[in-house]
């Protein structure tokens, strides 16, 4: 095995270049599994990671939506054999024994270990990775539909869960990009009505065409929900900025719910009064749960809800990157091996 090479996208520093490394394939350790990738998306947080001034690992393999085919196994790998299906997420592994993994938070877990962040990810030919929270992948699923579900998707659903809105009420989803047209299918399986909001005019229309109730560009959007449709039940915000933040406090009705999922170091304001005495419940929604994870493969398995992925092969990740960073990704990136 040990002549076995892979080709990579390295980060090489912390803020450094990503490029696209050729070396050779670690043997798999205890508890680990090599798998032979298929295909892996690209994801906002690949920016995040790929952005900040501190790192624990680099040169660091980037990449968390990842599916594969399992080529080897270390020793101690009892949950999955060669020739297993698996999809490689943001979570690597968590403790297990705090009181959040034991009540099925472990996305919560202080001491979780991320890919393609704090351990090497998928965006690779070759990838070697622990094995206790892969998670299974239908056969029937093309791979690169199925590699969006392991991030966008798994999010997607678990933010819409959260919401805990039922069939006829009113959700707003602030960023129509590769989370938000999932979640916006994801809504439309519960029979939620989605108001769809983004400061791309190409987004919207794209969310006019699957279904959405109304689409306000970003910037009145809390006003132009209230105006349009009496305020959403809740919000979530999937773009990191600020400004969509108050927008979405903004759209939802009295004891609404705002959801924030995108991340990035800002900051952001919100009015105490109207927080309290409107009784707004304001949260964060990271991941979903495991449960989360396998309706959401389900359902892209059953045809019910569809990733919107352009495919592109390894070479292209830098530019990609650069692509996704300037809002130019309609739908999801993926690389295909
Ligand atoms: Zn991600
Ligand atoms: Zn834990």
Redesign the pocket.
Known sequence: MSELERTAAVLAAPRGAVSIVTDRVAEPGPGEALVRMEACGICHSDLFVAGLEKLKLVPLTLGHEGIGRVEAIGSGVTNLAVGDRVGITFLAA?????????AGL?R?????LNFGYTVHGALATRAVVRTELLAKIPESLNAAEAAPMCCAGWTAYGAVRETGLVAGQLLAIFGMGGLGHLAQQYSAVRGVRVAAVDVSVEKLRMANAAGAEVCVPAADAGRDIQKRCGGADAAIVLTPAPAAIEQAFRSVKRTGKVLLVGIANTRFELPVIDTVLKGIHVQGSFLGTRQDLDDALRLAAEGKVKAHVETHPLDRTPELLQRLHRGEVTGRAVIVF
């Open positions: 968590s403790c297990g024994e705090c009181e959040l993994c034991l472990e919560y877990c202080a001491r979780q």
